[in-house]
């Protein structure tokens, strides 16, 4: 079965500061990745997705991660942050042999706070 | 995109009772997933619930503690039944269109 590692339980940064979030998965073959985003009080938005071709993907609100397959990682980055992204990020897979049954399997999340 | 709706968004309930979530989506889908948000975690998948079959569970989850039902394309129902303590959670209702899975609002649970 696969599995989803975030290292870093909580982060904290001041604003303008560059982010980046780690995300290890473990499974042997192709996957689909996603970053989910939850806003305090409001439930899980999707920040962006890898299916296949460049692995730089961008996302909204200024996100992009990168997939790098010989690391199984899809790091999130934000070269600035802001306050208002304050909130719980989640690391997800998908395999995708798994097509027909595109249930996730998340990270542990990693909580971000921004100091204005 | 997809939207969900859930129903209720928080309820307190006593030790050995049931609470039904009501999960619905704005239009027709195949699959709908259960998950829970256990405090201080992250999500873990319940069942997988298709219309007109029977919902199929994760390992260390039943239907006996967790019955569902999926009468059509755009609702579901989530039991969760003899509440203990340790069922407090966030319940959530997920759907899966256009290569993406989208959440509901999820249901907060305390048991007492």
């Known amino acids: 079965a696969q599995s989803v590692s975030q290292h870093n339980h909580h982060v904290i940064l001041s604003e303008a500061a560059s982010l980046e979030l780690g995300c290890n998965y473990s499974y042997g073959g192709t996957v689909n990745l996603f970053w989910y985003v939850q806003y305090p009080g409001q439930h899980l938005q999707l920040l962006l997705k890898?299916?296949?071709?460049?692995?730089l993907v961008k996302g909204i609100k200024g996100f992009e991660a990168e997939f790098i397959k010989s690391k199984f990682s899809f790091n999130l980055r934000k070269p600035s942050v802001q306050w208002s992204d304050t909130a719980e990020y989640f690391c997800?897979?998908?395999?995708?042999?798994?097509?027909?049954?595109?249930?996730?399997?998340f990270g542990t999340g990693t909580r971000l706070t921004i100091i204005p | 995109s997809a939207v969900i709706s859930q129903k209720p968004s928080r309820d307190i309930c006593q030790r050995g009772t049931s609470l039904t979530i009501q999960c619905q989506v704005d239009s027709q889908v195949t699959m709908m997933f259960w998950y829970r948000q256990q405090p201080g975690q992250s999500l873990t998948l319940i069942a997988t619930?298709?219309?007109?079959?029977?919902?199929?569970?994760e390992s260390g989850f039943v239907i006996d503690k967790f019955p569902i039902s999926r009468p059509n394309l755009t609702f579901s129902t989530l039991t969760v039944s003899n509440l203990s303590p340790e069922d407090s959670s966030i319940y959530l209702c997920?759907?899966?269109?256009?290569?993406?899975?989208?959440f509901g609002p999820g249901t907060r649970l305390t048991v007492l």
């Open positions: 997800a897979v998908n395999p995708r042999a798994n097509f027909g049954n595109e249930k996730l399997t």
């Open positions: 619930a298709n219309q007109g079959s029977e919902a199929t569970y």
């Open positions: 997920s759907v899966y269109r256009g290569n993406t899975q989208y």
């Open positions: 890898y299916f296949s071709g460049d692995p």
